[in-house]
């Protein structure tokens, strides 16, 4: 089955700690991307890439980082998590630029106090 | 700035009406997905765009290059329709987001 999977679902943390969502594809597919979704702003790009070891900027990059060493994975790293971080977070993933259908993960829900 | 502009922003039909959904954009664009979440917070990809219309069982996707415009129709509309509806464009890379359409069917 195509899946796109994202750890953690929910996440507390403090703000300050390190921390790592990770985000897995089945599909051999070589566009992942991050974004977040908040009330009123709707989704927002984070980070894309387009293959291994190609990343970019998407419209709100601050306080993330991305890496992709591996085809099926793209963690998104918040390096020192501020409560403004709080957001529901997607993963997607699409078969490079001609892909036609968009593969979303779950979502994981994060909160920073 | 909004890139994006979906209308209306809520939604209320009964069962088995037709359903319109707008879309509006200002930037040149590669290709306009529909998105459907669902609820529970999970997103389902409906469709892609780059020229002229699609369609999916009830689900019906157009888009005019020239004006910037892209409509979802639902025909026959029934309550498992009930969900929020994301238009997104895509530049090359880069995704740009509508705020969403909340649909609710009523039986």
């Known amino acids: 089955e195509a899946q796109v999977t994202q750890n953690p679902r929910y996440l507390i943390t403090v703000t300050g700690k390190k921390l790592t969502v990770t985000c897995s594809q089945n599909m051999n597919h070589e566009y992942m991307s991050w974004y977040r979704q908040d009330p009123g702003l709707g989704l927002r790009q984070i980070y894309y890439s387009m293959n291994v070891e190609v990343t970019d900027k998407g419209d709100v990059p601050e306080g993330y980082k991305v890496s992709r060493k591996e085809k099926r994975n793209f963690p998104l790293i918040l390096e020192s998590p501020s409560p403004n971080q709080t957001s529901l977070y997607f993963c997607?993933?699409?078969?490079?630029?001609?892909?036609?259908?968009?593969?979303f993960g779950e979502g994981s829900w994060l909160t920073v106090v | 700035k909004n890139e994006v502009e979906q209308s209306p922003q809520n939604l209320t039909a009964q069962e088995g009406e037709f359903i319109t959904i707008n879309c509006s954009y200002s930037v040149g664009i590669s290709a306009l997905h529909w998105l459907q979440q669902h609820p529970g917070g999970g997103i389902v990809s409906l469709f892609m765009l780059s020229s002229g219309k699609k369609k999916h069982g009830r689900l019906i996707a157009t888009i005019n290059i020239q004006e910037k415009h892209s409509s979802l129709h639902i025909t026959a509309s029934h309550p498992r329709d009930s969900a929020v509806y994301i238009c997104a464009v895509r530049d090359f890379n880069k995704f740009y987001f509508g705020s969403g359409t909340k649909l609710n069917v009523k039986p």
């Open positions: 997607a993933s699409r078969q490079g630029s001609t892909g036609n259908t968009i593969y």
